[in-house]
């Protein structure tokens, strides 16, 4: 009796010892060049279970799985528009764009240390909604909370399936990825719902533009219960309608934290 009783405390001290299901926070340090032209920014991204939080300088991303939602908000103008996930119609090509390529890896074979973690290298690329796109980013299974990112992504990914849109091959990397170097060459843009005459005056401008180079970090990942209010849309900001298919810039990145060069944010927009 005394050996259970003394079983049954250990036990009960161990569960009290864990920490209460938590979220993750990632800090990343992105810099964007084409040509002249560059910039440096820092990003958040939050996921707990099946939530996420992007945050730019821009705007602010939140994506809930469990209500099929997404919302891209503007935090100056205290706005926001709504996006059904998975989605339909136009959006779901445009997005469908993006994931395709995004998604395609294989292994590149090296591995790197980045903010106190081992990453192995993968290999991408295809062609996006803005252009041809390649990408080198290293993921990491053993940072803290990459298995609950590693959920979320496969979790988005899956939805997006559903739809019959996504058509991403290659590999999909497992883990949390700590860093993401990426090239674009702008062009053969391919916006559902845009005139012809009108993608061919745009592809023809971009056509002559540099190629947008992206390198983001990862500088510190957390683990920290999240409360709810972390990925709702505050009650004081209105609700606008959804951008026509020619005004949203929907190219995302692999690495959904970091914002696809010179085109939007991993799914939304800058």
Do not use: W
């Not at 959006?91 to 998604?103: E, G, L, P």
């Amino acid at each position: 009796m005394r050996k259970l009783t003394t079983l049954v405390a250990g036990l009960t001290l161990a569960l009290t010892a864990l920490p209460a299901v938590a979220g993750v926070v990632i800090t990343q340090k992105q810099h964007v060049t084409s040509g002249t032209n560059s910039r440096d920014s820092v990003q958040t991204i939050s996921v707990q279970g099946n939530k996420q939080k992007m945050v730019t300088e821009r705007h602010t991303i939140i994506t809930d799985l469990d209500n099929g939602k997404m919302y891209v908000v503007d935090p100056k103008a205290k706005s926001y528009f709504e996006i059904e996930f998975p989605p339909k119609g136009a959006m779901a090509q445009m997005m469908a764009a993006s994931t395709n390529a995004a998604m395609n890896f294989k292994r590149a074979g090296t591995t790197r240390d980045i903010a106190g973690y081992k990453c192995a290298d993968y290999d991408g690329g295809g062609h996006m909604m803005a252009g041809d796109y390649t990408v080198k980013e290293c993921f990491s299974t053993t940072a803290p909370g990459a298995e609950e990112f590693s959920t979320f992504e496969k979790n988005m990914a899956d939805k997006l399936k559903s739809t019959g849109t996504s058509q991403a091959n290659g590999e999909i990397p497992g883990g949390m990825p700590l860093a993401l170097d990426s090239q674009m060459k702008m062009g053969k843009i391919n916006i559902p719902g845009m005139a012809p005459d009108q993608a061919a005056k745009i592809n023809e401008m971009m056509a002559k533009r540099p190629p947008v180079m992206t390198s983001t970090v990862v500088e510190k990942v957390e683990l920290k219960k999240l409360a709810d209010a972390d990925f709702t849309v505050p009650a004081d900001f209105t609700k606008r309608e959804l951008p026509g298919p020619g005004m949203m810039k929907m190219g995302q990145a692999p690495m959904k934290p970091a914002p696809a060069p010179a085109a939007a944010a991993s799914p939304a927009a800058q």
